[in-house]
């Protein structure tokens, strides 16, 4: 599980180097896989949202590797955009 935490680590610093390099649209590509790993290390299920960003202590992280993975999560998803239940990454909240 640490190389785990390491990918995703790694994932996080690759979307944001993205994002400083090239666009959000290109950046984008990488939000997925950081909230699937991060769901799979914390032993989540995305049917249940209302947990879903909350440790688990039977998952495969600490409550501080998670807390700081988590916050990585939402900086990165505020400045690509946030993923909705569908899959969809939206950034302009506002639009309908």
């Keep these: 599980m640490r190389r785990d935490i390491r990918r995703l680590d790694w994932e996080i610093d690759e979307a944001e180097a993205t994002l400083k390099v090239e666009d959000r649209e290109k950046a984008k590509e990488y939000l997925p896989k950081v909230y699937d790993d991060l769901i799979k290390l914390n032993k989540r299920d995305k049917k ?9 202590p039977d998952g495969y992280l600490s409550e501080e590797e998670f807390n700081r993975l988590n916050i990585r999560r939402k900086l990165l998803s505020n400045t690509i955009g946030i993923m909705t239940d569908s899959g969809e990454i939206r950034h302009d909240l506002n639009e309908i």
């Design 48 to 56: 249940d949202w209302q947990t879903l960003w909350i440790w688990n």
